[in-house]
């Protein structure tokens, strides 16, 4: 038996850069195999809140940035997608929250009260009227600002099953003990071989996320260089479940240019809503022990809820580091990034929001090198790749 797939395009990394490429071209008719070494979703992406962003928290130095104006547009891409008429049908996922919250303990001053009711802002950010606000806030010992922001919150399980179930049959298991190497000529790769079988494709695309280092080392690729920049997540949840968390989906607003923090609530196998604390506290809480930032986020819940009674919590950490073009100085991108080096292209998202508009970037380059669509037999000479499991379970085991 040939032990030769043959393809258009071949994906490597089911994060939801690779699916969401992978869908796109295989939906234009396209022959497009995605590869994955783990599980579908399993790094970044099964880590990520799901807030579709739209920027605003990247605005409140009160300097709409290149950084908000890159991903100002996501939101009414994914409202499409959800609405079933946009690039990919999401009609099915689970939508969190519609709107993202941002809250501030106290008033905010003048300076910031103007810039959120700017032209600019306005349009993605309202006050949101006592009324409706969510029980968390209807409080009278919640003195503060609370807007609501135009940025939906998703569940990524179902995000990832969506976008990745209408091509199931061409997302294939690639097990990281098969040795992987290329057969190129000069500049042009001609095929991958995944231990004894080799994958034939006129192009390539490396969407491995941290993964992506590996991969330009095996082809000798020095730049686009990679960085890392390492979170520590905090997770908690009720010890008893029938009194689980209030569902919130919210930053938390200090004086600062960043949220304090940035909660996102998620409901685990047996139905106990869990908060998903994102912001300062994962950023400085890098190397500290699940014990120590239990602690700093039991005092940080008390100093931005301080009206709030909590039940009594049990804590998880979770650390990942997200993975990007280099910048100077470890900033954090502005945009998605996709670089082409011959036939291999080159992809971080940085954002899960800026998944439409990487592969807009993506498909114009794989066009660039003539891309033809050829008509290809499919044969399982690959087992399907796995889905990955939600952190709500896995985390706290
Ligand atoms: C804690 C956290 C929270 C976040 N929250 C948000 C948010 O709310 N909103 C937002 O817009 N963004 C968010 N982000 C950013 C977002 O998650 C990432 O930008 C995005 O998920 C990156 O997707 P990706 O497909 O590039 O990579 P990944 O999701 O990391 O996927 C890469 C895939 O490639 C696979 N792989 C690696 N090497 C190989 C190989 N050699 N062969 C085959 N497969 C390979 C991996 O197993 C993995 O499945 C968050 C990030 C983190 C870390």
Redesign the pocket.
Known sequence: MSKTLSTDVVI???????LWLHHRLNKMGVHALL????A??????L???????GGAKYALNGILSKATQAIGDMPARWQACLAGHGDIDLSSVKVLANHQLMWSKGQLSSKMLSFFASKALASRMQPVPDPERPDIFQSHGFKGSLYQLDEPVLDIPSVLKSIATPYQDRILY?NPEKA?SWQQNGQHINSLNIGDITIEAQQFVL?????NE??LNSLNIKKPAMQRRP?Q?VLCKSKDPSQSLPTLYAHSLGSGSKPIATITSHQNKSGNIVWYI?GNI?ENGVGKSLATLAEEARTLLTEILPWATLPELEWAAHA?E??EPKQSALSRPDSAFVESKGNVHIA???????APDLVDKAIKKLQKQGLVKHQHNEQALLAPAPFGDPLWDSAFQ
């Open positions: 490597i990394g089911a994060g939801i850069a690779g590869l994955e070494n783990k579908i979703g399993n790094a970044q992406t880590s990520a809140q799901g807030i579709i962003h690639a992987l969407t491995a996320g941290e993964g590996g991969l979170l997540m994102g994962a990942v997200r993975a971080w998202p940085t954002k899960l929001a800026l």
